[in-house]
């Protein structure tokens, strides 16, 4: 009997390792969101497609988990490393300069969109009052373990994502109490576990505060990082311990283990050793979400399913959208920060279970609400997607809304502006040569204006924007985007309407190049050649080779680059890549 639950464990073991060996590279090739994929796998391999069958084809049982609970403890604990790489790349001083978004908007969030559920239940469809506030405060909830690895923490719409998440995940014990307390728990216990999970974060923040600098001191010096993944790996496991035994969620005590690297001089190394394991148990999650979704059942109510997911998805987004607006956040942050945390979350799920074992809900309740936040949760990169689409369309009037009547007349237009164009601009103004440069990332508009760059906010992609720009006007055309398929397609749109127009183009390499000349640029730069010819020739003088034989032997190196350039773009003429004109 042991010896077939171990194989019955490894089999399960397997196809979550298999999934996520297949399903990371194969989705990665097609540039699609690895979420969905595994999302996918827990379908096709859980209890309600594959695994349904494999007690009839034993030989399914290798590659199908029937029992989506034996691998609840490993979904729980890729949740668990998640936090602690979100943790890690926050620091206690950050998270103290978030506090009143966390505890004005998060709450704000919270309660308000908790209040209109359980409102329409309440008056509308005739609930009781604890069941109405139990499913209301579910719903209201989003998930952290899918929005920050998308939105990142540094950008504004993952910040105030984070301020968001981090009030619900302090949220979530006492609503889990409330609703114990509701079901006939000890009114008492919420006081004790507030009390014992004080006493367990003073003790994390003191014992790492004095304890994780020494030792991963240790692993420093032996320069091991096995050291590193095995003192990072305790350390978020005794946190998360720590937290659980006190009463509150193991994800604070990850999140605090997190945080308490960030601290350390240490954190970039731990980050790169945990990267495989935070995707794996990503992964180890997803598929647990997948695996909980019914197709059959889903077929059969889809009408119900899907009206419950809209209604979620569009309540949520416009009390969220609202209360950004309301703070001070510019619309298009709003907007995708709304759209992007309106599924609902795997805390849903968690709230849903505990609610329908206090009586609170239902069990049919709970189940369709569960298939609800199922479907939601394997939606969350579309929404993504979306948001961003969103933001960048309510704020697309900020283009014309800033263009003057002749923007480009006389100057240098530079497209893109990361470091090649501010490089590019810099030397412009050395040279009192005008410029204007067209960024599409609007906080990177506005931080280079305070810095004293002329930048202009817009999406050259957009052919409206061009129009509005008069590049026939301009002294010179700079394309610097890292996008060879938009550079290619932009060059040939523009050169057909200004012959006569200077384009220079960032290329690749010679291939890039080559397509670049083809489609009219007057010159490509291609900068991984250029970078190693200025490389040779700085590694030639610091050897001790004369300047002037060193210059010599790096023209004729270009020289030889410009044919080849012409061998494989079938160029007729010899394109200039870069050289002085005379």
């Known amino acids: 009997m042991a010896g077939e639950l171990h194989l019955d464990g490894l089999g399960d073991a397997l196809v979550i390792l298999g999934a996520a060996g297949i399903v990371i590279p194969a989705f990665a090739r097609f540039k699609i969101n690895p979420v ?47 936090l602690f790489a979100i943790g890690l790349e926050l620091s206690f001083k950050r998270l103290w300069t978030l506090r009143r978004m966390v505890f004005g908007i998060g709450a704000a969030e919270l309660i308000i969109t908790a209040s209109i559920f359980g409102a329409v239940l309440l008056f509308f469809i005739g609930w009781e009052m604890k069941s109405a506030a139990a499913l209301g405060l579910a719903l209201a909830m989003s998930s952290t373990a899918l929005v920050l690895p998308i939105s990142g923490t540094q950008s504004p719409v993952g910040r105030a994502a984070l301020a968001m998440l981090l009030f619900e995940d302090v949220a979530l014990v006492p609503m889990l109490f409330v609703f114990g307390t509701v079901g006939g728990a000890d009114v008492d216990g919420l006081r004790a576990v507030l009390i014992s999970g004080a006493i367990a974060v003073f003790g994390i923040l003191l014992v790492g505060r004095f304890a994780l600098p020494a030792l991963f001191a240790q692993a420093a010096r ?7 993944f095995a003192i990072s790996l305790l350390t978020v496991i005794l946190a998360a311990v720590a937290t659980s035994v006190a009463g509150l969620s193991p994800i604070m005590g990850a999140l605090l283990a997190g945080m308490l690297i960030a601290e350390t001089e240490y954190h970039s190394e731990v980050e790169v050793v945990m990267a495989p394991l935070r995707g794996l148990g990503l992964g180890v999650f997803l598929i647990s979400i997948g695996m909980l979704i019914d ?34 956040a510019r619309r298009g942050v709003a907007a995708e920060t709304g759209i992007l945390m309106a599924s609902p979350s ?22 369709f609400w569960s298939a609800v936040t199922a ?47 501010q490089m590019i601009a810099e030397m412009l103004t050395e040279h009192d040569r005008p410029y204007l440069a067209v960024e599409n990332d609007i906080d990177a508009v506005r931080l280079h204006r305070t810095q004293g760059y002329t930048v202009l906010y817009g999406d050259v992609a957009r052919p409206d924007i061009l129009e509005k720009l008069k590049l026939g006007h301009a002294a010179a055309l700079v394309l610097t985007m890292d996008d060879p398929v938009l550079t290619a397609r932009l060059t040939q749109a523009i050169r057909k309407d200004h012959p006569d ?26 900068e991984a050649l250029e970078a190693s010819l200025q490389l040779s020739e700085a590694v030639l003088v610091d050897i001790g080779l004369a300047m002037g034989p060193v210059i010599a032997s790096i023209h004729e190196k270009r020289s030889v680059l ?11 003429a010899e394109p200039s890549l870069g050289k002085r004109r005379e």
């Not at 900020?398 to 990361?418: M, N, Q, W």
């Open 36 to 82: 969905i994929g595994f999302i996918l796998v827990g379908i096709v391999t859980g209890p309600f497609a594959l695994g349904a069958l494999s007690g009839e084809v034993r030989w399914l049982r290798h590659f199908t988990i029937d029992d989506p609970e034996a691998i609840r403890p490993f979904a729980d604990f890729g949740v668990i490393l998640l």
């Open 222 to 228: 032996a320069k091991s990082p096995e050291g590193f």
């Open 295 to 328: 197709v059959p059942e889903i077929l059969q109510q889809w009408p119900l399913l899907i009206t419950g997911l809209a209604s979620v998805i569009g309540v949520k987004a416009l009390v969220t959208g609202f209360l950004l607006r309301v703070a001070g």
């Open 346 to 367: 795997e805390t849903t799920l968690i709230l849903l279970g505990a609610a329908g074992t206090a009586g609170v809900l239902a069990m049919d309740t709970v189940s």
């Open 375 to 421: 479907l939601g949760l394997t939606i969350t990169p579309f929404l993504a997607d979306l948001g961003r689409f969103a933001g960048r369309r309510v704020e697309k009037d900020a283009s014309a809304i800033e263009l003057e009547e002749d923007p480009a007349k006389g100057r240098t237009v530079i497209f893109g502006f990361g470091r090649v164009g």
């Open 501 to 526: 127009l200077p384009i220079i183009a960032r290329a690749r390499d010679s291939e890039h190049a080559a397509k670049l000349y083809k489609a009219g640029v007057t010159d490509a730069v291609p």
């Open 562 to 572: 410009r044919e080849r350039i012409m061998q494989d773009g079938g160029l007729d």
